[in-house]
């Protein structure tokens, strides 16, 4: 990731548009900044969540709140709590989010 030609800036995230998003189960909120090519944001997952769909984006990706299992297409899993991250490139290997609990995460991809 190259990050370049982003001013100093402060984000409230409170104030940032929350968009809904359906899973398989479940809905996530997210709260999207876009700062050239890098999409910043603020998900929520409620509890029961599955996503509907494998991803292929690379993410780094906090768990801030909650609980949120990481499926890789070749069935390994990561559970991670408050204060774990996981890191993955484009294309390296396919994942989806599934939270019992429900989960809030920083997300930078």
Same mark, same amino acid.
């Given at each position: 990731?190259?990050? !370049? #030609?982003?001013p100093?800036?402060? /984000? *409230?995230?409170?104030?940032? @548009?929350r968009?809904?998003?359906p899973?398989? /189960?479940?809905?996530?909120?997210?709260r999207?900044? %876009?700062?050239?090519?890098?999409?910043?944001?603020?998900v929520?997952?409620?509890?029961?969540?599955?996503?509907?769909?494998?991803? !292929?984006?690379?993410?780094?990706?906090?768990?801030? *709140?909650? *609980?949120? @299992?990481? *499926?890789?297409? #070749?069935?390994?899993?990561?559970?991670?709590?408050?204060?774990v !991250?996981? %890191?993955?490139? #484009?294309?390296?290997?396919?994942?989806? !989010?599934? /939270?019992?609990?429900?989960?809030?995460?920083?997300?930078? #991809?």
């Amino acid at each position: 990731m190259n990050i !370049s #030609d982003i001013p100093f800036g402060v /984000t *409230e995230w409170a104030g940032v @548009e929350r968009t809904e998003h359906p899973g398989e /189960t479940g809905m996530a909120w997210w709260r999207t900044r %876009q700062f050239g090519p890098i999409r910043v944001r603020m998900v929520e997952y409620s509890a029961g969540y599955l996503a509907d769909h494998w991803c !292929s984006k690379g993410h780094i990706l906090l768990c801030l *709140e909650g *609980e949120l @299992e990481s *499926e890789l297409a #070749d069935g390994r899993t990561f559970l991670l709590t408050p204060g774990v !991250s996981y %890191q993955v490139a #484009d294309h390296a290997e396919a994942h989806r !989010s599934t /939270t019992r609990t429900g989960a809030k995460l920083f997300i930078v #991809d």
